[in-house]
Each structure stands twice: as C-alpha cells, then as structure tokens.
C-alpha cells in the first residue's frame, strides 16, 4: 500500500493540473479577500464598525458572494487533478502494462483516498487562508452578525446549520463549514474520478461534478425534496440540519461505492 501511495504521489506531482488547482484555488480566495477589503475601504468603513473575519469570509459572505464559484468552479477545478488518470492511461494504452506492475484493486482505493483527500486540503487550505487574511484586517469574534447587531442580544436559529455553534464559538463555526465544503468538493472530485472509467470524452470527466450536482436536483425536485440538493445545502445561509446534510452526502457516496465496486470487480474494464 505505501508504495503504490509513494507511487501515486510522484505520478500527480508530475501533472501540471495539480499546480494549477492548487493555484486557482489560493488565487480566488485571495481575491475574494483583496474585494472584501476594498469594497470596506470604498464605503469608508471602521474597523470597529463592520463584521468580523467569521462575517466576511468566502463561505459566509452574502455581500460579495461567490457562491457559483464555490459550487461550480471549485469542483471542476478539482476534478481536473486526478479524474483523467484512467482517461490517460488508457489513450496511451498503458492501463495493461501497469496493471501487471501494481495491484489493480489497491490501486484504485488509493487513487478513490488520493481523489478526495487532495481536493479536501486544497480547498481547507485556501478558505483558511482567506479567513486568515480576512482575521488580520477584521478580527474575529461576534462583533457584528447579519441578524443581530449587538453582541450581547443573540439568539441562535436552528433552522441554519450548526447556528447555535456560531453564536457559542464563530471561530469552531467556520471551522466546520470549512470541513463541510471542503469535503463535499472532495466527494464530488471522488466521483469524477470514478465515472471517468465509463466516459470517452474529457471534457465530460471534467465536468461531471456539475452535471450530477444538476441531475440530482431535478431528481429530487420531482419528489418535492429538493432542500436535500448539494446545490442547496452549498449556498450561504441554507436552512438544513445535520441530518440533511448527511443524508444529501449519502446520495453522493451511494454511487460512488456502487462504480468502484463495478471498477474493481471488472478488471478489464477499458475505455
């Protein structure tokens, strides 16, 4: 296993598209940082006077939003790291020779770990930093909030998700939104990853994070469930509770188990 691991690594380290997501991801955090900052100085705006860092960053923003990049952008930019792995081997016809050379079905649970993981801390990293660089200019704490405007006259919701935790400790709160979003990237990189073994067209891997998260809100707006959408659930200030956002992640593991259980049963499964 710590080969194969050692040896995945080295091949994604040796791809430009890595670099690339891991760029863009740091570079639209900044930005979003960079707007915040000045769209503040613009208004003339006091330190003590606007919100805290927890108020201003990527996830929890509703003035300078960048929910379509977040749902939209961020998926596809990691699904680019690892999803055309098999696409590749296969156009260069050297699935059959590295399959005589590694553990096929070791191989693919380490590259289904690699495909989430490394979205996962791309993407933890660059909301960090966003926050952090926010942290520096607006400080942290509930200073200010959208709903309430004195710090001692707070009431939690709990229709929002985990609200009573952003009231007790903002700076936990945005911690585990960041794990949320984070992870839900991740998964959706995971399934890039493993419907590419079905797919001819590159482009198609690519985007599949966004044609699922699209399928399955019309799927479940048929049934009048679409609150249970990823889409929904990714937007700043959805209402759901954990049980919601478990069970949405649930529709998106389920078919991911079922194409690696299909991947590692058919060996010879090709392009």
Excluded: W
């Amino acid at each position: 296993m710590i080969k194969l691991l050692k040896f995945n690594i080295q091949y994604i380290i040796r791809k430009k598209e890595f670099y690339f997501s891991i760029l863009a991801i740091l570079l639209i955090n900044i930005l979003h940082a960079f707007l915040v900052i000045q769209t503040i100085s613009n208004q003339n705006g006091y330190i003590d006077s606007t919100y805290s860092a927890e108020y201003q960053m990527i996830l929890y923003n509703p003035l300078i939003t960048f929910n379509i990049v977040i749902v939209i952008i961020f998926p596809i930019i990691c699904s680019i790291i690892f999803s055309d792995s098999n696409f590749i081997e296969n156009k260069y016809k050297i699935s059959n020779i590295l399959f005589t050379r590694v553990n096929y079905k070791k191989n693919i649970i380490i590259r289904t770990f690699l495909s989430f993981i490394l979205p996962f801390i791309i993407c933890f990293l660059g909301f960090t930093l966003n926050y952090l660089l926010l942290s520096v200019i607006f400080n942290n704490g509930n200073i200010l909030t959208y709903f309430q405007s004195l710090p001692f006259d707070l009431i939690g919701n709990e229709e929002f998700f985990l609200d009573n935790i952003r009231l007790a400790n903002p700076v936990l709160f945005i911690f585990l939104l960041n794990i949320v979003e984070s992870s839900i990237i991740g998964l959706l990189s995971v399934f890039a990853y493993s419907i590419s073994f079905f797919i001819k067209q590159k482009v198609i891997i690519y985007l599949s994070p966004l044609l699922y998260l699209i399928i399955s809100m019309l799927i479940l707006s048929l049934f009048r469930l679409e609150d249970f959408s990823l889409i929904t659930l990714m937007q700043q200030f959805s209402k759901y509770s954990i049980f919601d956002l478990l069970f949405s992640i649930l529709l998106l593991i389920i078919p991911i188990v079922l194409l690696i259980k299909k991947i590692i049963k058919n060996k010879d499964l090709l392009i």
